[in-house]
Every structure is written in structure tokens, then in C-alpha cells.
């Protein structure tokens, strides 16, 4: 396998975006969709915003699939906040991306549409919502909408494998994760953020990689690994925020949090609430509620 591809993998599974997850064969990547599969996206979009309406909810953890990301046993790839309201739409969604043509991340906020529209793949996609109880979701909105602290934990510096516990650089995942922290201790720093999240025990999965993986680092402007342990590197473990993190942490931390997966496939939209993760393929188990697409 060319070392380009492996670098791919791993920034992908890192969660780098381009208004999401950046295509693996750099930023110029264009998806082809055809008119069916753009419909199809737009009727899905509607479910998942008629989902969160009918929630209750003021602010949910929003993380949509991307890229095939099953070789390293993940399904989701980019995590953002989404808002009831406060943004320029019902459910748009504020979030951390890389800007490719700037070479910098930027601060982006994107109606329901075009957000689960970001994966390779437009036959088949994924959207997890974590839907927070009032004492976490109205602190989380808050701080959502305070545009100034949220770029205040903007960092200058991206990596789409960036260390949870350092502010060297970051991710578009560690952004949520630092939010999250600010919403909660009022904190208005990365420092404090980090801190809070190292106590209150933030620990993602790390991520595995080769050698050729870590080589790779010399070579993708945007993947690094001088701010990770070295202890880890040498073990071939790379930790760095990923949705399922964020999602395990703020369950862990909020019991009472509502959990509903959706997906659209050939059989329509399937969505399950409070379950094990949908079937692969977005094939409908029983139980599962179905709306056709056609």
C-alpha cells in the first residue's frame, strides 16, 4: 500500500474535515452525486431534523459517518453541536473544519442538509444524535452560540491526530470535547479544558499505527505527532478525540442523555433510539423504525 494511502487512513480515522471528514486523497476531492442520491440525502436530512424537533431537546452531539472507516472498527468520523436554535437555521450545526485552500481550521456552522451530505459514500450514511438533558444541553447551547468563546478555543494549529491532552494543535472533535468542557466549568481556556476533561476522565480509544503511519507525519501537512507520548508512538498507539469518545464521555457523564442512530440505505431511513449501533449496510433488524425514501 502506497504510504500516501496509509496517511489517509489514519487522517481520516482522526476525523479531519472539510466541513467534515477530508476526503483521503486531499482537499481537492469532489464526490460525484447523482439527482436520486441528492434527493435521497435531502429526505434524510428532513428525518433527522424531524427527529431532533420532535426531541425536546435544546442542543445535541451530532456525528455523522464518512469515509469507510471499518478497518480500524469505527463508524464515525466528525462530531459538531447541534443548536434548536441560535444559528441561521432550526438544527444547523456549529462546528470545527479545515479550511484546505487557507491551510487553517476554521469555525463553520451548516444546515442539516449539507451536513450528513459529507461522506464518501452517498447511497449509504450514518448520523449518531446524543441528545443531552436540560442541565447539560442549556449550558452547551449557551456556550455554543458565544461565538467569541467559541473561537477563543479555536487553535491556530490543526492536526487531524491531535493529542486530546495537549494544545499544541487540534482536531475538529477536541473542539467539541473543549467546548463541552467550557460549557461545563465556565472555563475559558484549552488549559482549563484539557484539565477538566483529564479529571473528569476523558480517555478516547487510541487508534492503532504502523510504523509507516507515523512516517507519514513527515510528509501530510496536517497530520503530527510531535505533541503525543512517546511511550505511546513507540507502542503504535495513537490517542486523539473520535465521536465514539465524545459520545462515551458525555453518556458516562449524563446518564439521563438520549441516544438515537439514524441511517439511510436501499430500504429507506432506519432509526433506533437507546440500542446497539444500527446494522451495517443500513439493513432494518426488527424493532427498528423504517421510513421509505421513494
Same mark, same amino acid.
Given at each position: 500500500?502506497?504510504?500516501?494511502?496509509?496517511?489517509?487512513?489514519?487522517?481520516?480515522?482522526?476525523?479531519?474535515?472539510?466541513?467534515?471528514?477530508?476526503?483521503?486523497?486531499?482537499?481537492?476531492?469532489?464526490?460525484?452525486?447523482?439527482?436520486?442520491? *441528492?434527493?435521497?440525502?435531502?429526505?434524510?436530512?428532513?428525518?433527522?431534523?424531524?427527529?431532533?424537533?420532535?426531541?425536546?431537546? *435544546?442542543?445535541?452531539?451530532?456525528?455523522?459517518?464518512?469515509?469507510?472507516?471499518?478497518?480500524?472498527?469505527?463508524?464515525?468520523?466528525?462530531?459538531?453541536?447541534?443548536?434548536?436554535?441560535?444559528?441561521?437555521? =432550526?438544527?444547523?450545526?456549529? *462546528?470545527?473544519?479545515?479550511?484546505?485552500?487557507?491551510?487553517?481550521?476554521?469555525?463553520?456552522? *451548516?444546515?442539516?442538509?449539507?451536513?450528513?451530505?459529507?461522506?464518501?459514500?452517498?447511497?449509504?450514511?450514518?448520523?449518531?444524535?446524543?441528545?443531552?438533558?436540560?442541565?447539560?444541553?442549556?449550558?452547551?447551547?449557551?456556550?455554543?452560540?458565544?461565538? =467569541?468563546?467559541?473561537?477563543?478555543?479555536?487553535?491556530?494549529?490543526?492536526?487531524?491526530?491531535?493529542y486530546p491532552f495537549s494544545t499544541s494543535y487540534q482536531n475538529c472533535n477536541q473542539w467539541v470535547a473543549e467546548l463541552l468542557a467550557a460549557a461545563s466549568t465556565g472555563g475559558r481556556s484549552r488549559e482549563d479544558g484539557q484539565a477538566w476533561l483529564r479529571a473528569e476522565g476523558y480517555a478516547p480509544e487510541p487508534? $492503532?499505527?504502523?510504523?509507516?503511519?507515523?512516517?507519514?507525519?513527515?510528509?501530510?501537512?496536517?497530520? $503530527?505527532?510531535?505533541?503525543?507520548?512517546?511511550?505511546?508512538?513507540?507502542?503504535?498507539?495513537?490517542?486523539?478525540?473520535?465521536?465514539?469518545?465524545?459520545?462515551?464521555?458525555?453518556?458516562?457523564?449524563?446518564?439521563?442523555?438520549? $441516544?438515537?442512530?439514524?441511517?439511510?440505505?436501499?430500504?429507506?431511513?432506519?432509526?433506533?433510539?437507546?440500542?446497539?449501533?444500527?446494522?451495517?449496510?443500513?439493513?432494518?433488524?426488527?424493532?427498528?423504525?423504517?421510513?421509505?425514501?421513494?
Amino acid at each position: 500500500m502506497r504510504l500516501a494511502t496509509l496517511a489517509a487512513a489514519l487522517l481520516t480515522a482522526a476525523g479531519a474535515a472539510q466541513a467534515g471528514s477530508l476526503p483521503p486523497r486531499g482537499c481537492d476531492r469532489a464526490i460525484p452525486v447523482t439527482a436520486a442520491q *441528492q434527493d435521497q440525502l435531502l429526505r434524510f436530512a428532513a428525518v433527522v431534523r424531524d427527529a431532533l424537533t420532535t426531541s425536546g431537546a *435544546q442542543a445535541a452531539l451530532i456525528s455523522r459517518s464518512g469515509t469507510d472507516l471499518s478497518r480500524f472498527g469505527l463508524r464515525y468520523s466528525h462530531a459538531g453541536i447541534a443548536l434548536a436554535d441560535g444559528l441561521d437555521t =432550526p438544527w444547523a450545526v456549529r *462546528q470545527l473544519y479545515y479550511a484546505c485552500a487557507e491551510g487553517a481550521p476554521r469555525l463553520f456552522d *451548516q444546515g442539516l442538509a449539507g451536513f450528513v451530505s459529507g461522506s464518501d459514500d452517498a447511497s449509504v450514511g450514518y448520523v449518531s444524535l446524543l441528545l443531552l438533558p436540560p442541565e447539560a444541553a442549556e449550558p452547551l447551547a449557551a456556550a455554543t452560540r458565544d461565538k =467569541p468563546l467559541a473561537l477563543g478555543l479555536l487553535n491556530s494549529r490543526y492536526s487531524a491526530n491531535a493529542y486530546p491532552f495537549s494544545t499544541s494543535y487540534q482536531n475538529c472533535n477536541q473542539w467539541v470535547a473543549e467546548l463541552l468542557a467550557a460549557a461545563s466549568t465556565g472555563g475559558r481556556s484549552r488549559e482549563d479544558g484539557q484539565a477538566w476533561l483529564r479529571a473528569e476522565g476523558y480517555a478516547p480509544e487510541p487508534v $492503532h499505527a504502523s510504523v509507516w503511519l507515523l512516517l507519514a507525519g513527515h510528509f501530510v501537512p496536517w497530520l $503530527h505527532f510531535d505533541d503525543h507520548p512517546a511511550e505511546a508512538l513507540d507502542a503504535g498507539q495513537v490517542q486523539t478525540s473520535l465521536p465514539d469518545g465524545l459520545e462515551a464521555f458525555a453518556r458516562q457523564r449524563w446518564p439521563a442523555a438520549r $441516544h438515537i442512530e439514524l441511517c439511510h440505505g436501499p430500504q429507506g431511513v432506519v432509526q433506533r433510539e437507546d440500542g446497539a449501533p444500527l446494522a451495517a449496510g443500513c439493513v432494518p433488524q426488527p424493532g427498528d423504525r423504517v421510513t421509505a425514501l421513494n
